[in-house]
């Protein structure tokens, strides 16, 4: 397919491919997939990753783990890996590890010898689609950059409080109620709106709404971001699907 963006091209207009920097993904349908494919990115740059979370997330199974009380107590040697992922604790009740609060992750962005932070900063339940609850997300303020994920697989189906984590957020934000068909305009309304995908997002970082899941072949214009990029809603809109190859085959730009 022609005009399919480069990887090497997704972050250079911020020169974030630099680093140090956190990056952190929010939203449903595919952060931890998100997360892996931004690290092979940076590691094929020849940058050191440091997967983590400030929530809890399921144990990776492609990277080395470590589990500590205080990142910023371990041996510079860990600073040194290609890819490191490192959590507070293993939660066997659910199955899953726990994080570090946010203030953590910002202060070791400055401590430690690291070039890329790459951060769950939001919970789903497994669902596509969500909207953030009161303590929800849980961004570094140091974020350099704010990846909002949902399921672009959605568009087209109907959702409902069976689908959608936060039913009762996501209709207020979205408008949407049960069994409706979800269309563009609600995920515009999610994106948009203060309490919405990017609440909590640091001032001054960049914003980048993925779809993910989405066919190569949907039919959604670039007219139709075109007003978020204008009022700097986003800074970005990426269309793809991140366990494939490409894994973005579409975005639209400021």
Same mark, same amino acid.
């Not at 919970?123 to 009161?134: C, D, I, Q, R, S």
């Not at 800074?235 to 991140?242: E, L």
């Given at each position: 397919m022609e005009n399919i963006p480069q990887a090497d091209t997704l972050f250079c207009d911020l020169g974030v491919f630099a680093g140090p920097l956190i990056i952190s993904v929010v939203g449903?349908?595919? @952060?931890?997939?998100?997360? *892996?494919?931004?690290?092979?990115?940076?590691?094929?740059?020849?940058?050191?990753? !440091? =997967?983590?979370?400030?929530t809890h997330m399921?144990?990776?199974?492609?990277?080395?783990?470590?589990?500590?009380?205080?990142?910023?107590? =371990?041996?510079?040697?860990?600073? @040194?890996?290609?890819?490191?992922?490192? *959590?507070?604790?293993?939660?066997?009740?659910?199955?899953?590890v726990r994080g570090f609060a946010p203030a953590m992750l910002d202060a070791l962005l400055l401590e430690a010898d690291i070039d890329v932070m790459l951060v769950e900063a939001d919970? $789903? #339940?497994?669902? $596509? !689609? @969500?909207?953030? &609850?009161?303590h929800e997300p849980c961004i570094p303020y140091?974020?350099?950059?704010?990846? $909002?994920?949902?399921?672009?697989? %959605?568009?087209?189906? @109907?959702?409902?409080?069976? &689908?959608? #984590?936060?039913?009762?957020?996501?209709?207020?934000?979205?408008?949407?109620?049960?069994?409706?068909?979800?269309?563009?305009?609600? =995920?515009?309304?999610?994106?948009? #709106?203060?309490q919405g995908a990017f609440k909590n997002a640091p001032a001054?970082?960049?914003r980048v709404w993925l779809l993910n899941q989405i066919s190569q072949n949907e039919n959604l214009p670039d007219s139709a971001f075109r007003p978020l990029l204008a009022q700097g809603d986003v800074?970005?809109?990426? %269309?793809?699907?991140?366990q494939e190859n490409p894994a973005i085959t579409r975005r639209v730009v400021r």
């Open positions: 449903a349908g595919g @952060k931890t997939s998100t997360l *892996f494919w931004l690290a092979q990115q940076f590691q094929q740059a020849g940058r050191r990753v !440091l =997967l983590t979370t400030t399921f144990l990776p199974e492609r990277c080395p783990t470590l589990l500590c009380r205080d990142l910023r107590q =371990l041996p510079a040697a860990v600073w @040194k890996m290609p890819l490191q992922a490192c *959590f507070s604790a293993w939660l066997a009740d659910v199955g899953k919970g $789903a #339940h497994g669902f $596509a !689609l @969500k909207a953030p &609850n009161e140091r974020s350099s950059c704010v990846i $909002a994920v949902t399921g672009g697989q %959605m568009l087209g189906q @109907k959702v409902g409080p069976e &689908n959608v #984590h936060r039913w009762p957020l996501f209709s207020r934000i979205t408008g949407a109620t049960p069994g409706v068909v979800l269309d563009l305009t609600m =995920l515009r309304r999610l994106i948009q #709106h203060p001054g970082g960049r800074d970005a809109v990426w %269309m793809g699907a991140v």
